[in-house]
């Protein structure tokens, strides 16, 4: 395991240092790609809560069923097409990602109780965006780091 | 009379490869084979040797999967494996700074 040359103390902390520089752009893409996800998953629950207002199950089953449906099949392709292009994940990054994740669900979930309940278009507009923005939010800050 | 910091280095990581490795992980949750071997500009059986040679210590976690049919290999370091390594690193400061 030792065949390269060993190093003084003061070439090991440059080593580590310069390793460390070389890792910052992968890092940068691993953080762009992760939070690519993120935006895109967060529009597509804050459309569906959006339009769910408008098509729930009461006024079309047929319709409602159509955009779970879709909903499931745009985050399973969203999700498979990161992991097929992931190489890296930044130190702290899935856990803002879970933490993002599971606060636009429990949003989704909650508010899911008033899509029956009628209401002003921008107040719909308004329960998208929340649904949306712990995942909007997480994005933007993983793609600025 | 408190040790010297020499004492505290590790000798696992006195090697350069070995070095550029554990400070590529360090900032990462988890990075491909493929993607840390072309960062570190190393070939493929030196940096399985390294990463084979660090797991048995337990300083790296490895995992492997698939990615449709394409198998893939992940590396991460242990918990084990980040506080060596800041120990370390805390011990070249220490002897660096003296020069």
């Known amino acids: ?30 953080a762009k790609q992760l939070g690519m996800l993120c935006v895109s998953l967060g529009l597509v629950l804050g ?5 769910l207002h408008v098509y ?29 292009v992931r190489s890296v994940l930044p130190r702290g990054m899935s856990k ?4 993002s994740l599971f606060a636009s669900f429990g ?9 029956t309940t009628p209401m002003a278009a921008f107040l719909v507009v308004l329960l998208g965006l929340a649904v949306a923005l712990p995942l909007l939010l997480g994005g933007v800050w993983m793609m600025k780091r | 009379m408190s040790e010297h ?3 505290q280095m590790n000798d696992d990581f006195t090697n350069p490869v070995r070095l550029s490795l554990m400070a590529a ?7 491909d084979f493929k993607t840390l071997r072309e960062t570190l500009g190393v070939s493929d059986s030196v940096l399985s040797r390294h990463i084979t040679g660090l797991e048995e210590k337990s300083y790296l ?19 084990h494996g980040r506080s060596s390594l800041t120990e370390h690193i805390q011990a070249l400061r220490v002897i660096t700074s003296g020069l």
């Open chain 1, 107 to 115: 949003i989704y979930a909650v508010t899911l109780t008033l899509i």
């Open chain 1, 47 to 51: 459309t569906l809560h959006g339009l």
């Open chain 2, 25 to 31: 992980l360090q900032g990462v949750d988890e990075i």
């Open chain 1, 96 to 99: 803002a990602y879970l933490l």
């Open chain 1, 1 to 30: 395991m030792n065949r390269e040359p060993e190093l003084s103390a003061a070439e090991q902390l440059a080593a580590f240092e310069n390793a460390q520089r070389e890792m910052t752009p992968v890092a940068k893409r691993g």
């Open chain 2, 61 to 79: 976690k490895v995992r492997k999967g698939f990615v449709g049919k394409r198998p893939r290999t992940w590396v991460k370091l242990s918990a």
């Open chain 1, 56 to 84: 729930h199950p009461e006024r079309s089953l047929t319709a409602f069923f159509v955009l779970v449906g879709a909903a499931i099949l745009a985050i399973f392709a969203l999700s498979l097409g990161y992991l097929k």
């Open chain 2, 5 to 7: 910091p020499r004492t």
